[in-house]
């Protein structure tokens, strides 16, 4: 209600003037939007209490907009690929091509699907809030004022940030946080392992919970203190980028495919407008390809949702695609788990999967 009445308020809309909502998000948010109990999808066999709800009054939940307006929601797959990821799919366009796609959702989870027009198949891991802007110290959502691009000068250390909006930095986003590692690591601050190392430079410093890297001094941020990556927060990142990269492996394993084979990668996620692929290749956050078969799509989610609230087609579509979807459970997959432990090194600890890396 806060989100719809600040997005009324923005655009000199009545409330009572809104007469449909649509809600694509993961099963649990849809669980929760609807008064749904949600245990279930954290207790064995995580099986959701529905993955498809029928339209209803949205004032049936509380949502105040029309009295009689609608509120429907994008059709989930599992606990873990919920109407954001099937969003997400529709609008990507790869459920209705020949070539072999893959879709990857970074978010909190993070969740991919494999296939085209004739098949696909899905899997989700624990990514964590970083690349969303939580959990970190300096962390901040793709807003005006977040940090989105860095270069680090070698011989001094020196960063030179670009901001959403060219605004006074306040934090930095995921796409920020991609950008910072990979010039960390390129310019030496931190090894393949992640680890910073002490320099007399005045940006590496013992902080409270160890070495950190100031990258915008409090004179010059939007922010009371310092604008920081701490080494936890470097822990924090690796594990995140491993989840996502060992996840991709496994679906293409278990489908009997190489990362070659795919022709198009879809990226979705909260990042703001920007995404460095050659930057994301580094960390090995995606396989190393040629940058032009990745495609950015932006927040997938929100994308999707308005496409399903503009197309009654849209709504039959996103459905056959919920209902194309194998799902994989990776939680107790040992090929996961022995992926994950290989990627918490940057980019890998196998340095033939990234030849150009070298």
Known sequence: NNL???????????????????????????????NIDPSYIRKE???????EVPVIRAAEVGIKIHPRGLLACAPAVSSYVGGD?????????????????LYIDMGTNGEMVLGNKDWLACCA??????FEGSGIKSGTRAVQGAIQKIKINKETFEPVVETIGHAKPRGICGS??????????????????????ESPSPRIRTGEEGLEYVVVWKKDAETKDDIMITQSDINHIIR??????????????????????????YIAGGFGNFLDIPKSIELGMIPDLPAEKFHYIGNGSVAG??????????????????????????????TFHEEFI??????HTDLTLFPSLK
């Open 4 to 34: 719809i009445s600040s997005l009324a308020e923005e655009h000199h809309i009545k409330l009572e003037d809104i007469t449909a909502v649509m809600c694509a998000g993961n099963t649990t948010m849809t669980h929760l939007v609807l």
């Open 45 to 51: 066999p995580y099986i959701p209490t529905a993955n």
């Open 85 to 101: 990821v099937t969003a997400g799919v529709l609008v990507s366009g790869m459920a209705e091509k020949d070539e072999l796609a």
């Open 125 to 130: 891991c624990s990514v964590g809030p970083a």
């Open 176 to 197: 920020g946080l991609v950008d910072l590692l990979a010039e960390m690591k390129r310019v030496g601050i931190i090894n393949r392992a992640g680890k910073m190392t």
């Open 240 to 265: 995140s980028k491993a989840a996502i990269f060992a996840a991709t492996r496994t679906l293409l394993k278990k489908m009997g495919y190489r990362v070659e084979d795919v022709q198009k990668f």
């Open 305 to 334: 949702a308005r496409h399903l609230l503009l197309s009654y087609a849209a709504t039959h579509k996103v459905r056959e695609i919920a209902n194309k979807m194998t799902y994989m459970e990776l939680s107790d997959d040992n």
């Open 342 to 347: 290989s990627a918490l090194f940057l980019p």
